[in-house]
């Protein structure tokens, strides 16, 4: 974990931290958002699992609106024109989704940053797992909450943090997360921090 630590408490004093810390101010700003805003959010994270995170941003982009408008047929077809990988189990999702809207509202409303919040999420929002409840939750501004995708698991693994799990189960995901918490106490950077710096690690990237 030293080597990682050095590495990122370098990052934290090159240019790289001003992009992080704008970001975060971006996911922060969420909260002042109308509960459309942040279901149209919602809908980027149901959009990512297994699909390449800059194409998602692009077509999520151009659709805006259309989460919240168009019908199920339509999302698909808008999906298909907009070159997304998985057009018909994904609209499929959000139009379920739109049921839990007012419901959705509520339960954020509570500012609540424990594991009940991301369970209701989780059980609730049809085609969102641990990671992309994580992902949604930490791009409206919950700080709490590890995104453990590939990414991060094979910077965990290259530097003998973890071993590369075969799948990551609820059990697994949350101990992989509390060996992240832990090494953001030592960094002094809160998980939604310390996800930003991982990726551009692995990545050379500072995304949402």
């Known amino acids: 974990m030293d080597s990682l630590i050095k590495t990122i408490n370098n990052l934290k004093k090159s240019e790289i931290a001003d992009i992080v810390n704008t970001r975060i101010k971006e996911f922060t700003a969420f909260k002042e958002e109308s509960i459309?805003?942040?279901?149209?959010?919602?809908?980027?994270?149901?959009?990512?699992?297994?699909?390449?995170?800059?194409?998602?941003?692009e077509i999520h982009d151009r659709m805006e609106d259309d989460f919240l408008i168009l019908d199920g047929m339509q999302l698909a077809e808008k999906f298909k024109e907009c070159g997304y990988r998985f057009p018909n189990i994904r609209s499929s999702y959000?139009?379920?989704?739109?049921?839990?809207?007012?419901?959705?509202e509520k339960v954020l409303n509570k500012s609540n940053q424990d594991n009940s919040l991301r369970d209701w999420i989780v059980k609730n929002i049809k085609g969102l797992?641990?990671?992309?409840?994580?992902?949604?939750?930490?791009?409206?501004?919950?700080?709490?909450?590890a995104i453990i995708?590939?990414?991060?698991?094979?910077?965990?693994?290259?530097?003998?943090?973890?071993?590369?799990?075969?799948?990551?189960?609820?059990?697994?995901?949350?101990?992989?997360?509390?060996?992240?918490?832990?090494?953001?106490?030592?960094?002094?950077?809160?998980?939604?921090?310390?996800?930003?710096?991982?990726?551009?690690?692995?990545?050379?990237?500072?995304?949402?």
């Open 36 to 57: 459309q805003i942040i279901f149209r959010e919602l809908c980027f994270c149901i959009m990512t699992a297994n699909c390449g995170a800059e194409k998602c941003i």
């Open 94 to 104: 959000i139009i379920e989704a739109r049921k839990y809207m007012a419901d959705l």
């Open 129 to 145: 797992g641990y990671k992309e409840a994580s992902h949604f939750l930490r791009n409206i501004g919950h700080e709490n909450y």
């Open 149 to 208: 995708d590939f990414h991060i698991i094979d910077v965990l693994v290259k530097h003998n943090l973890i071993e590369k799990p075969k799948t990551l189960t609820k059990k697994k995901y949350i101990e992989i997360e509390y060996i992240l918490r832990e090494m953001g106490e030592k960094l002094k950077l809160n998980l939604a921090e310390l996800d930003l710096y991982l990726w551009y690690i692995e990545t050379g990237k500072v995304l949402k």
